[in-house]
């Protein structure tokens, strides 16, 4: 062992001749391996002599004693048999349970990637771009809001001679857009299509942004349609996990974008104030008190799905269709001062 440490020393270590004359060298490529080749036959002959001057003294030293306790711990070896302890037997895992993906596969309910997504994803999300701005309306207050069930009933039809699902070719897009081999496969629709736990209007949102890929995320953090709008922090919050650029602003921009996708539902005796961020969906409005000194009448227009059901069934009668709004419900405003 002393022998092989002298030798790893010698070798490390040039000798310092040869450190004196490495300026006159010049970059020599053969130095180094000249050197190693010097330093282990000068070990070589440095440990030769040491054993010829005193043998006895190496044969006592620590390479000595070394072999010395491996025979004897050799000695006290036993080749009696180690007893085995069995290993309890485990409940087999079942798969179907932790997730439905295997047995939809065995039913045939499978999705696989639409081939028009492969050859056209930019005329999938063009077309979305298209259908959203058809369905955005501008509210009386200068602020645009969609229509949202149209929205999601647009993405829940299919494609033109198809089998394939608006939301299903936008998902292969969005995630083919980012990743063009596919690493990531996104989630499977009817994720994003269930009526409780749904995502489509999350999902929008994100298309708008362009960041529709994340939508994955919005699942595992159980974040749904019926929880918007998000709280900002906590927005940020779970941004701050995903590894995409730039990450906080983006929870900014989807808390700014989300307001339009949920507007305000007016009900019958609501009696509630909603805050500045809340966009209210009057698409007209027409005074009809002009005799009031302190006070101003509106009648305003509303359209069908803003009007929860306790206010839609009093006021059947009000219902008309409007060429530019579909089903409107006209209301009473509350007075306003003049």
Known sequence: MSRHLHQLALFAIPRAHYSADDEDLNGDADFSQNNARGSISQGRQETASLHSESGSEISEGPA??????????????????????EVPSTAEVAWDGLTDK?????????????????????????????????????????????????????????????????????????????QPKILFLPPETYQIQREENGCLIIFSILLELDLGHLVDHFLRWSQFDVH???????????????????????AIRFD?????????????????????????????????????????????????????????????SAKFSDEK???VSPRPASSTPS
């Open 64 to 85: 000595k004693v070394a072999e010395h306790a491996a025979a004897e711990n050799y000695e006290g070896f036993s080749e009696e048999p180690v007893e085995q302890v």
């Open 102 to 178: 295997f047995s939809r596969a065995r039913e045939g309910h499978s999705e696989l990637a639409p081939i028009a997504v492969m050859e056209d994803k930019a005329k999938a999300l063009a077309d979305f771009k298209t259908k959203l701005e058809q369905y955005t309306m501008q509210a009386q207050c200068g602020r645009p809001y969609v229509l949202v069930q149209q929205l999601t009933n647009w993405l829940k039809s299919k494609r033109p001679e198809t089998e394939t699902t608006q939301a299903s070719i936008l998902l292969w897009a969005a995630y083919y857009r980012i």
């Open 256 to 316: 700014e974008m989300q307001w339009r996708f949920c507007p305000a539902i007016l009900e019958l005796g609501m009696s509630r104030e909603f805050g500045g961020d809340r966009v209210m969906p009057i698409c007209g409005k027409e005074e009809i008190n002009t005799k009031g000194g302190t006070a101003k009448l509106w009648q305003i227009k509303v359209q069908e799905e803003f009007v929860g059901p306790k206010l839609r069934n009093a006021a059947l």
């Open 228 to 250: 918007l709008p998000i709280n900002r922090s906590l927005l940020q919050q779970k941004f701050k996990n995903v590894s995409v650029f730039n990450a906080p602003k983006l």
């Open 325 to 327: 709004f579909g089903n």
